[in-house]
């Protein structure tokens, strides 16, 4: 996985290795901890983000949310998740 202010681009298992929380967030606000959300939540033109706790700046711990782009196949094409 490389993850870029732009983006986090992975595989497809990548992505799937990645627990989902579309409605939620995860508990354990450690900072680096990753996870995926469909946005906006069942919306025909949803996609995919990547949330990430960061550092915690005082009492608030602040989420860094990326778009998820999909590799796909052997070549370095990438595919933004939900588009298809």
């Known amino acids: 996985m490389l993850v ?3 983006g986090a681009y992975m595989t497809v298992r990548e ?3 990645l627990p989902e929380y579309s409605c939620t967030l995860p508990t ?4 680096g901890k990753r996870w995926k959300r469909s946005w906006p939540y069942m919306h025909p033109r949803q996609s995919w983000q990547m949330g ?3 550092h915690p700046q005082g009492v608030v711990v602040p989420i860094i ?3 998820i782009f999909i590799q796909v196949g052997a070549a ?3 595919k ?3 588009d298809g």
Do not use: I, Q
């Open 4 to 6: 870029e202010n732009d």
């Open 15 to 17: 992505f799937d290795e």
């Open 28 to 31: 354990g606000t450690t900072a």
């Open 52 to 54: 990430e706790y960061g």
């Open 65 to 67: 949310w990326r778009p």
């Open 76 to 78: 370095p094409s990438l």
């Open 80 to 82: 933004e998740a939900g």
